[in-house]
């Protein structure tokens, strides 16, 4: 899943160009070619499918040339994760009504790649042999308020752990209760399925979602398919492919991974994975001179020198328009800039 905007680590992530097609950690490698390499060592190439917004379809080519135009399903609104998904899985069972399938966002790191193969694999069996949905689910480290709960029940099958309730995003006493009882898991947003329990799922909000891989399986009349995609898709309910799965079904399992997972939402996020000087100020390649400042993140394109006294806690964050300096650690006040820039000053800032 590739065509969200980023809107959290504006104004680095663009509407134009957003996080995913950005090389966050300076590697050689963008998030989106990072998720893809991830997946070559799971499933065959061909079996990767790409799900973004229309106009990044030019950004995947680029960033994957490797990867066939069949496999990029584009689609012409940005109406969340679960409208994409069930766009995305006409392809996959017009290509086979029998697949089971990985979800992921393209905008996570994944620290331990031998035990994350090995235990997508043992997944992968899970959902195999059952008709049920596994959420990739990792122990929570902090009393973090940006992420979704996982709790688990008692309940157990082939060491998984059958879901009892979900929270998302709860305030923070919630979430420090929730990392005291054990009980909890971060949702990841990685989720495994069959391609059978998905499209029961689906069927209600999209009972034209097998007629329409049909058209795509008879590789007939596919300019017919896209103005019904075009015509239809604006229609469908916003929804993210996480609350669909995790508040309205019942036969969902938690798999407890440990093989390290970051979420790179927010520049919080970002602060939080990066080297730190020994006041905890992150500031990269930047040059700068920093007196009294603590716990700041300093994130400059051009070649300004950054000078800044006595700030403790903030981001200094800039692109070819705009130049942002708050708090860094309150994701919905961001969101809130972005907004009220974009009302203020227009597109031109995005």
Same mark, same amino acid.
């Not at 997946?39 to 065959?44: A, D, G, I, R």
């Not at 997944?123 to 902090?142: Q, V, W």
């Not at 909890?184 to 947003?189: A, E, I, L, V």
């Given at each position: ?12 992530? @663009? ?6 097609? !950005?090389? #966050? ?6 998030? #989106? ?15 990767? %499918? ?25 689609? =012409? /609104?940005? /109406? ?16 086979? =009504?029998?697949?089971?399938?990985? &979800? ?5 790191? !994944? ?12 997944? #992968? ?8 949905? @596994? ?25 998984? %752990?059958m879901l009892k309730s979900f929270t998302e995003k709860p305030n923070i006493d919630f979430a420090r209760l929730f990392c005291e009882s054990g009980e909890f898991y971060w949702n990841t947003g990685i989720f495994l399925w069959n391609v059978k329990t998905m499209l029961g799922a689906l069927r209600q909000d999209y009972p034209d979602i097998e007629k329409m891989a049909a058209i795509i399986a008879e590789g007939q009349d596919l300019d017919t398919f896209t103005a019904i995609v075009t015509e239809q898709y604006p ?10 799965? @995790?508040? *309205? *079904? ?6 407890? &991974? ?30 700068? /001179?920093?007196?009294? &400042?603590?716990?700041? @993140? ?27 300096? &708050? ?5 919905? %006040? ?17």
């Amino acid at each position: 899943m590739a065509g969200g905007i980023g809107s959290k680590l504006w104004p680095m992530s @663009l509407s134009a160009k957003p996080k995913q097609f !950005i090389d #966050l950690f300076s590697i050689g490698r963008t998030m #989106l070619q990072q998720t893809y390499d991830r997946y070559t060592h799971l499933v065959p190439k061909e079996n990767i %499918f790409i799900s973004t917004y229309k106009d990044y379809v030019p950004l995947v080519q680029q960033q994957l040339p490797e990867v066939d135009p069949r496999q990029i399903v584009a689609e =012409p /609104l940005q /109406l969340s994760t679960a409208p994409a998904t069930a766009l995305t899985l006409m392809h996959i069972v017009a290509r086979n =009504p029998e697949a089971n399938v990985i &979800c992921a966002p393209a905008d996570q790191l !994944i620290f331990d790649h031998e035990v994350f193969e090995k235990q997508m694999r043992e997944g #992968l069996d899970f959902i195999d042999e059952t008709d049920n949905f @596994l959420a990739i689910g990792i122990k929570p480290t902090r009393p973090a308020t940006s992420y979704g709960y996982l709790q688990a029940s008692e309940d157990t099958r082939d060491g998984f %752990f059958m879901l009892k309730s979900f929270t998302e995003k709860p305030n923070i006493d919630f979430a420090r209760l929730f990392c005291e009882s054990g009980e909890f898991y971060w949702n990841t947003g990685i989720f495994l399925w069959n391609v059978k329990t998905m499209l029961g799922a689906l069927r209600q909000d999209y009972p034209d979602i097998e007629k329409m891989a049909a058209i795509i399986a008879e590789g007939q009349d596919l300019d017919t398919f896209t103005a019904i995609v075009t015509e239809q898709y604006p229609r469908i309910r916003f929804q993210s492919i996480d609350m669909l799965i @995790l508040e *309205h *079904h019942t036969n969902v399992y938690i798999a407890p &991974c440990n093989f390290g997972w970051a979420d790179v939402g927010s520049w919080k996020n970002y602060y939080d994975l990066q080297q730190k000087d020994s006041d905890g100020n992150v500031a990269g390649d930047v040059r700068h /001179l920093l007196y009294g &400042c603590h716990d700041n @993140l300093i994130n400059i394109s051009s070649d300004k020198v950054v000078i800044l006294q006595d700030l403790e806690g903030y981001m200094v964050v800039e692109n070819d328009k705009v130049l942002m300096v &708050c708090r860094k650690n309150d994701p919905a %006040f961001v969101r809130r800039i972005m907004n009220d820039a974009q009302m203020k000053f227009g597109d031109e800032v995005m």
